[in-house]
């Protein structure tokens, strides 16, 4: 049997009403992994909520209004890569709040939760703009 | 944002006919709970059975009215949450925060009597 090995790069502008698009397109990609020993519909919630908040942060703070974001999705094996590449002026991600808040905050979870769910999450400048990379090893 | 009302022993009741409650909506959603509770209800059950996805900012919509009706001596019962949507509560520990049911009998029966619900200990 040939490993997963699927990409994907869609572009989309910078609006909140595409973020069910492409978290459905992240559930459908969940379910789709065949060599994935897991339970497919956990995966698929929390792939789409990975890409929603993810989307959700950049489209808020990398002031990137009239822009497009390109979302690169990169299953290859057990490796799971997601990209979100904006070309606005980027934001300060270490100031963003990556630890559990007050129980009844209501602002702040969206990155605590990616940090939840995926191993690794890097947001760094890249020559055309910044890039938000999350990775996790499927298990 | 489509929304029906209707109301049962004293209980407004609200099924949010969406299935996201995400950035893009909860703001919305957010500012209706709001006008909602200062039209003067005070005892709100909330179906969520049609939502099969939540995000950090649907919590907090959810969050917003759950405080506000407890500043108005309330509450906000929520009802047919769905297993992962349930998941998203527990990953949050929101769930122990929140009045969840089964279903909106379920949360009617629990009773009426105003009384907000304070978060669970550890």
Known sequence: MSRNRISLEIEIPTQTRYLGLIGNIGEQLARDLSEYTGDHDILAYNLNLVLTEALSNVIKYADCDSQVLRVCIHVEGDSLSIQVHDQGQGFDFDHLPSTEPEVLAERGRGIFIIRQLMDSVDYHKTQSGNVLEMKKKLE | ?122
């Open chain 2, 1 to 122: 944002m489509n929304i029906t009302l209707d109301s049962k022993d004293g209980v407004t009741l609200l099924k949010l006919r969406e299935e996201r409650l995400d950035a893009h909506n909860s703001q919305e959603f957010k500012d209706y709970l709001l006008r909602l509770l200062e039209s003067g209800p005070k005892a709100l059950v909330l179906d969520l059975s049609d939502v099969r996805f939540v995000d950090s900012s649907g919590l907090g919509a959810l969050l917003s009215g759950h405080k506000n009706a407890g500043l108005r001596e309330g509450r906000l019962a929520l009802s047919g949450v769905q297993a992962r949507v349930q998941s998203m509560f527990e990953l949050t520990r929101l769930h122990r925060v929140f009045e969840i049911h089964p279903t909106v009998e379920d949360a009617l029966a629990f009773g009426t009597g105003g009384t907000p619900h304070e978060p669970k200990p550890d």
